[in-house]
C-alpha cells in the first residue's frame, strides 16, 4: 500500500511538471484525509487544527499555506507555525510554543516570555518565578510588554537561566529597582540585587557567599558591584518586631 502511495505521488509530480496541473489537482485522490501536527507541548492537536481552517475533504493543492499558518500564529501561545502538503491527502503542521520565562499577575495571572510577550496562564507555569512591581497601563496576550523595568528582569532571568541555573532555581519573586534587579529567594527569602549584566560573575560571588554561614541572614546582599559584595545589616526577626510592637503600645 505504501509502495503505491509513492508510485502515485511520482505520477502525480510527473504530470504536473508536464501540464497537467488543474486536472490532476482537482483529482479526488488530493482530499485532505490527513492533518497531523508536530511540536505541541501544552496546546492540543484538535485546536490547532481548526485554527488552521484547514478542513477534511479540501484539496491539498487549492489551500493557502501561508493564510492558514498566518491563523495558527495569531494564537498568543504561538512563536511560529510551518504547513506542508504530504501528497496524496496529507498535510503537516509543525509548530513551535512559546515557552514562558516567569509569571506575572496583570489582573489575571499571565507567563511571559524572554520577548515580554505575554502567555496564557497553564498549570505546568506554576514553577515559574513571579515578576512583581511592574504595572503597564496596556497589554494584550500574544504581544511583547513595552516597560523599561519589566525588560530588565527579563533579561535577567533569560541569563541565570542559561548560564545560572543554579540561582535560577531559587528565586521566587523578581522585581525591579531604580538602579537594581531584586530578587527574593525560596526557603529564607533572602534578598539579592544584582543588574542585568553580567549575570554569570555575580552568580559566582552567591556561590561563594552561599557557602558562609550566617549568624543572622542579612536584610539584603548586593552583588552589583565588581571584585566586592556588599552585605546589608541582620534581617529583623518576627519576634524582634513583636517586641518593638509591644513597646510601641
Known amino acids: 500500500m505504501l509502495i503505491q502511495k509513492k508510485t502515485l505521488f511520482i505520477v502525480a509530480a510527473a504530470l504536473l511538471a508536464?501540464?497537467?496541473g488543474p486536472s490532476?489537482?482537482?483529482s479526488p485522490l488530493f482530499k485532505v484525509a490527513?492533518?497531523?501536527?508536530?511540536?505541541?507541548?501544552?496546546?492540543?492537536?484538535?485546536?490547532?487544527?481548526?485554527?488552521?481552517?484547514i478542513a477534511p475533504g479540501a484539496n491539498l493543492y487549492e489551500m493557502d499555506l501561508?493564510?492558514?499558518a498566518a491563523r495558527i500564529e495569531a494564537h498568543p501561545m504561538i512563536r511560529s507555525a510551518r504547513i506542508v502538503r504530504t501528497p496524496p491527502n496529507g498535510v503537516l503542521i509543525t509548530v513551535v510554543e512559546r515557552t514562558p520565562i516567569a509569571l506575572i499577575n496583570l489582573e489575571t495571572l499571565c507567563g511571559i516570555d524572554e520577548e515580554g510577550v505575554l502567555i496564557p496562564f497553564h498549570p505546568s507555569f506554576v514553577d515559574l518565578p513571579v515578576i512583581t512591581g511592574v504595572n503597564p497601563k496596556t497589554y494584550t496576550l500574544g504581544r511583547p510588554v513595552a516597560e523599561e523595568g519589566l525588560s530588565r528582569?527579563?533579561?535577567?532571568?533569560?541569563?541565570?537561566?542559561?548560564?545560572?541555573?543554579?540561582?535560577?532555581?531559587?528565586?521566587?519573586?523578581?522585581?525591579?529597582?531604580?538602579?537594581?534587579?531584586?530578587?527574593n529567594l525560596v526557603g529564607d527569602g533572602l534578598e539579592v540585587w544584582m543588574k542585568p549584566e553580567a549575570v554569570?560573575?555575580?552568580?559566582?560571588?552567591?556561590?561563594?557567599?552561599e557557602a558562609a554561614k550566617w549568624s543572622a541572614l542579612p536584610s539584603y546582599i548586593d552583588l552589583r558591584f565588581s571584585g566586592q559584595v556588599v552585605?546589608?545589616?541582620?534581617?529583623?526577626?518576627?519576634?524582634?518586631?513583636?517586641?518593638?510592637g509591644k513597646l510601641k503600645k
Open 18 to 20: 508536464l501540464g497537467a
Open 24 to 26: 490532476i489537482t482537482r
Open 34 to 53: 490527513r492533518i497531523s501536527v508536530d511540536g505541541l507541548r501544552l496546546l492540543e492537536n484538535e485546536e490547532i487544527s481548526a485554527l488552521s481552517g
Open 66 to 68: 501561508k493564510d492558514a
Open 153 to 183: 528582569c527579563l533579561a535577567l532571568l533569560k541569563d541565570a537561566r542559561k548560564a545560572a541555573p543554579d540561582l535560577w532555581d531559587q528565586i521566587s519573586e523578581v522585581r525591579p529597582g531604580p538602579d537594581r534587579v531584586v530578587l
Open 200 to 209: 554569570p560573575v555575580q552568580a559566582e560571588k552567591f556561590r561563594a557567599l
Open 231 to 244: 552585605v546589608g545589616p541582620p534581617k529583623a526577626r518576627p519576634e524582634d518586631e513583636n517586641k518593638k
